[in-house]
């Protein structure tokens, strides 16, 4: 059985879809594909698809992860275009290796994200950060299925910062832009961007007039002495020596599709 290990996008209007929607959908392009799916027992088979810290819905991602078990070998980057080829532009699947190491849910411990807050000046963007950053304890809140839920999100963020240009394709706009960049453990309870906005309200009083967009640039394994995030395939490209460096022309050819 091979096992191939699948990045993907969610851009643009597709970042309003669902885990759930996804799912449909990429079930969908294996059948078209034809992809020789290994399938789980029982009553109701089901295609061995493993995915891996799902981004929340509404979500931007450049670095969604999941894992495929076929019944006969595959060319990962053929395959890679014929998924592609078959999924919805914004859901793109821009690289594939083969599995040939074990642990790829263990090796994503934390994500990097972008937030964009249109109508907040940089300046502004910029104390608040300070703020948070000074702080010894950020306590949040989220309503969770058991009530509302306090507590502190200061701890699960390696940084936090005000960055001078976004990484997305963003449209030029003439209204003040504030760019943050995050890197956020991925712990229990999980710290997700939209707590971290919560704590920059209660820290420094940041009030973006309309939702942030937001977009995850990476996940992978944590280093802690860098505090930088590195890729989870290279494992699994540096066990291959056949396999190319890295995938830049799938991911330049993902982008050039994608939505506006």
């Not at 799916?37 to 819905?57: D, E, I, W």
């Not at 090796?107 to 249109?118: F, K, P, Q």
């Not at 960055?163 to 003439?174: K, L, M, V, Y």
């Amino acid at each position: 059985m091979q096992r191939i290990r699948l990045r993907y996008t969610k851009r643009g209007r597709l970042r309003f879809t669902s885990h759930r929607d996804f799912q449909r959908a990429f079930e969908r392009a294996l059948r078209r594909a034809e992809v020789p799916m290994a399938y789980s027992a029982g009553f109701t088979p089901h295609p061995k698809v493993s995915y891996a810290n799902a981004a929340p819905t509404g979500t931007g991602s450049e670095a969604e992860y999941l894992e495929i078990a076929l019944t006969a070998p595959r060319d990962p980057e053929r395959l890679r275009v014929l998924l592609d080829e078959s999924m919805p532009a914004g859901l793109d699947i821009v690289e594939a290796v083969e599995a040939r190491t074990s642990g790829l849910a263990d090796r994503l411990t934390a994500s990097v994200w972008e937030l964009r807050l249109d109508g907040v000046e940089p300046a502004e963007a910029g104390h608040a950060v300070a703020a948070f950053n000074g702080a010894g304890t950020v306590e949040v809140q989220r309503l969770t299925k058991n009530g509302m839920r306090t507590f502190d999100a200061r701890p699960a963020v390696v940084s936090l910062e005000s960055a001078t240009q976004s990484q997305q394709a963003d449209r030029p706009t003439e209204q003040p832009c504030a760019i943050l960049r995050l890197v956020v453990r991925h712990v229990t309870p999980a710290v997700r961007p939209d707590d971290v906005l919560s704590g920059l309200r209660a820290v420094a009083d940041l009030a973006p007039p309309v939702p942030a967009a937001v977009t995850r640039l990476a996940q992978g394994l944590l280093d802690e002495e860098t505090g930088t995030v590195t890729d989870p395939l290279a494992p699994d490209r540096e066990a291959d020596p056949a396999a190319p460096a890295a995938s830049v022309g799938a991911a330049d050819t993902a982008a050039a599709k994608a939505p506006a």
